[in-house]
């Protein structure tokens, strides 16, 4: 199934501020956030759109086919954008887009391996042009380090208990290579199922993450978003973990600052350079009717920061 974009009309209305100007969405995805930022910001507007995985990328030139030369899209992780922001001669947007994770297409193809309902091997990476997969970082772990990926990534609360069920199978000669083998070995390690939610949900969350560094490059790609927005210009970030969301908010937060008066006169400003302002305190979250139609929307969080002059 194609992506559903989520939140969009929610982030659209944030972003798009003023017609024209230049927007960058750095998870480009199907298309679905692009397409409609660029039919929102008008005529004069343009947009750089980039994915890391070509797949994607393939999907949203087509969906940002009817708007011409007014989209250029890029294959590159959002870790690059000054790069590819400088080889379209772009110095400032008016508003850049960060919606995290993975896509439904990427989750819903099986031979990709993120998801543990169907046989595929362990392989989890958005960009095939990557090195290592799922299985490999398994091999290469110890079991004291799986067990602070799992906990860290996953906040799988039996992380210690997994990964010793790993690191036996693995010393076993038992072959930890496909989807189905490690949400078993999960299942059984934590005694079976219980509730509705896969035992393995978490390990798998936590394998995907730490295969595609996805919290370092959001760590990276934040303050690089901030220094590439226009003044007044905005940065849209929509999570859907607590991990990034706490990441999100942490950077929003620390740019927001405030005027301090100063003892012999004058006033500092007190935040982190450069100055922003949050647009709203509290998150955007789904409307229950979202959620209804796209379930996946459940934990969406939409986070934005206006660049200060
Ligand atoms: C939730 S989807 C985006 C969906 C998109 N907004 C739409 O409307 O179809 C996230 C996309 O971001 C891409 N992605 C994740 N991390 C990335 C990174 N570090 N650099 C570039 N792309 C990344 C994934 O490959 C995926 O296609």
């Known amino acids: 199934m194609l992506h559903v974009p ?21 998870t480009a995805g199907a298309g679905g956030h692009a397409s409609a930022l660029l039919a929102a910001a008008g005529l004069d ?5 980039l994915d890391r995985d070509g797949r994607a990328l393939d999907l949203a030139r087509a969906a940002l086919e009817p708007f011409g030369g007014r989209a250029v899209l890029e294959r590159a992780n959002f870790t690059e954008m000054a790069a590819a922001a400088a080889r379209c001669g772009v110095t400032g947007f008016r508003g850049i887009l960060m919606d995290l994770g993975v896509s439904s297409m990427q989750l819903d193809e099986a031979a990709r391996g993120f998801s543990f309902r169907e046989e595929a091997p362990l392989d989890m990476r958005m960009d095939d042009r990557q090195e290592l997969t799922a299985a490999e970082l398994l091999r290469r772990l110890s079991p004291e380090d ?6 860290r990534y996953g906040e799988e609360p039996m992380a210690k208990r997994i990964a010793k069920a790993a690191g036996a199978a693995l010393a076993r000669g038992e072959p930890l290579e496909t989807t189905t083998q490690l949400a078993a070995l999960v299942e059984r390690a934590k005694g079976g199922r219980r509730g509705r939610i896969h035992p393995a949900t978490q390990t798998f969350q ?3 993450i730490a295969v595609n560094g996805e919290l370092e490059a959001l ?8 220094d590439l927005l226009e003044p007044g210009g905005r940065l849209a970030v929509i999570s859907f ?11 929003m937060t620390a740019h927001e600052g405030r005027m301090e008066s ?6 500092r400003w007190s935040g982190t350079l450069p100055r922003a302002r949050r647009v709203a305190r509290k998150p955007v979250t789904p ?9 996946r929307s459940r934990t969406a969080k939409l986070r934005v920061l206006e660049r200060m002059a």
Do not use: C, I
């Not at 989520?6 to 750095?26: H, I, K």
């Not at 507007?45 to 759109?49: E, G, H, I, T």
């Not at 991990?243 to 942490?250: G, N, S, T």
């Not at 229950?288 to 139609?293: M, S």
């Open 6 to 26: 989520v939140l969009l009309e929610e982030t659209v209305s944030r972003l798009v501020t003023a017609p024209g100007g230049w927007y960058l969405d750095a």
């Open 45 to 49: 507007a343009r947009l750089l759109a």
């Open 146 to 151: 799986l067990a602070q990926v799992l906990r």
């Open 206 to 208: 936590a394998l995907r």
């Open 219 to 226: 760590e990276r790609a934040l303050p690089a978003a901030l």
């Open 241 to 251: 973990h607590s991990l990034e969301d706490r990441m999100v908010k942490q950077f």
């Open 262 to 267: 100063l003892a012999r006169g004058g006033a």
């Open 287 to 295: 409307s229950e009717e979202e959620v209804r139609r796209n379930p």
